[in-house]
């Protein structure tokens, strides 16, 4: 299906739930939120999905929160992975119970996934997070032992935290065939009060490895401009939201937990889908009316910010 600047969407991105087991800084800094009950069963996320589907997206990615907390994650991955047209399952997960869950999910269908670390030093990780990186590690090396391929890192760059170590997680693509990719931090919810502070061009990255070589991307739509060093396995993805926007390609559109179809990250407009669905309405028509006014782009230069913390929307 086209918006009606011609961008074809073909991805959508699902958030689960809105619990996490850990409490990033600049996500979900209140460390005493109450678990919520998921709002979106199996079925009804199958159901978006199979419609999605219809209307030519091809590239399904669950998140969170943290998407692993769902007791039904690998149902419906299973689910997802039989519906005609979808030929990409991906998860984006914080890694505490990847090492659990990996088998499971790959034997489901889910075909990559892309697992969130800011840093590698355990003490800074339970500062940030509140979690154990040693799991994670786990977790990631699980995964690239399932087939889990190419496991790509998620690394959000903070002036104080983690850009003294933007070469240690370069260096990682040395060795293994991964991908670390850097992603600017964004300016929504709690995250607005840190940007003058933290956040740091994805530009450093460059600055920092200038033996770094930009190769093809993916697919045309990707956020993430690819680098490598010549003798490296892996690669080094750059995603800069702020320092250059990628709007003019973004081919996606994103499902809150709370069932809410959203056109653009950056923007607070939702749309009630998942009440849609429930009064039996045409999610179809729903879809094909909303879409096409996907915004053209998103306004954090006019300081347009979305007031949700990602963990509410899906990352
Ligand atoms: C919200 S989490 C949800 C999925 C999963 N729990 C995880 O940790 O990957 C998804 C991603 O969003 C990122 N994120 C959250 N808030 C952000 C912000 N303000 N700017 C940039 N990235 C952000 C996180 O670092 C994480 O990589």
């Known amino acids: 299906m086209r918006d009606l600047h011609g961008r074809v ?6 958030s689960l739930t809105e619990n996490c087991n850990l409490s990033c800084i600049y996500c979900r800094p209140d460390k ?14 199958v159901s978006i999905v199979e419609a999605m589907a219809e209307l030519g997206v091809k590239k399904v990615r669950f998140t969170g929160g943290e998407p692993l907390l ?13 519906i005609d047209g979808i030929d990409d399952i991906a998860l984006t997960t ?15 269908g889910l075909m990559r996934v892309n697992v969130s670390i800011d840093t590698l030093e355990k003490e800074k990780y339970r500062g940030l997070t509140g979690g154990n990186l040693d799991m994670v590690l786990e977790g990631i090396k699980r995964a690239e ?30 060795e293994k065939e991964m991908d670390v990719r850097f992603i600017e931090l964004m300016p929504m919810g709690s995250s607005v009060r840190w940007i003058e502070k933290e956040y740091l061009s994805s530009q450093e990255v460059l600055n ?31 995603i800069n939201t702020i320092s250059n926007k990628f709007c003019d390609s973004c081919n996606r559109v994103r499902i809150t937990p709370s069932g809410k179809l959203k056109l653009c990250l950056h923007s607070n407009k939702e749309i009630d889908l998942l009440g849609a669905l429930r009064k039996d309405e045409d999610i179809l028509e729903l879809f094909r009316k909303n879409i096409p006014n996907k915004p053209e782009k998103h306004l954090l230069d006019k300081k347009h910010y979305n007031d949700k913390d990602m963990y509410k929307i899906g990352g």
């Open 32 to 45: 005493c939120i109450e678990a919520k009950k998921d709002f979106m069963t199996k079925r009804e996320v």
């Open 70 to 82: 769902r007791k039904d994650i690998t149902e419906i991955i299973s689910e997802v992975s039989k």
């Open 145 to 174: 032992q399932e087939g889990l391929h190419p496991v790509k890192l998620n690394v959000v760059l903070m002036k104080s935290y983690n850009s003294e170590e933007i070469e240690n997680f370069v260096k990682i693509t040395v």
């Open 94 to 108: 914080n890694g505490i119970f990847l090492a659990e869950k990996a088998k499971e999910l790959k034997d489901a």
């Open 208 to 238: 920092r490895c200038p033996r770094l070589q930009i190769v093809e991307k993916d697919y045309a739509a990707s956020p993430s401009l690819l680098y490598k060093f010549p003798e490296g396995k892996g690669r080094v993805g750059i």
């Open 9 to 14: 969407i073909n991805y959508l991105r699902i």
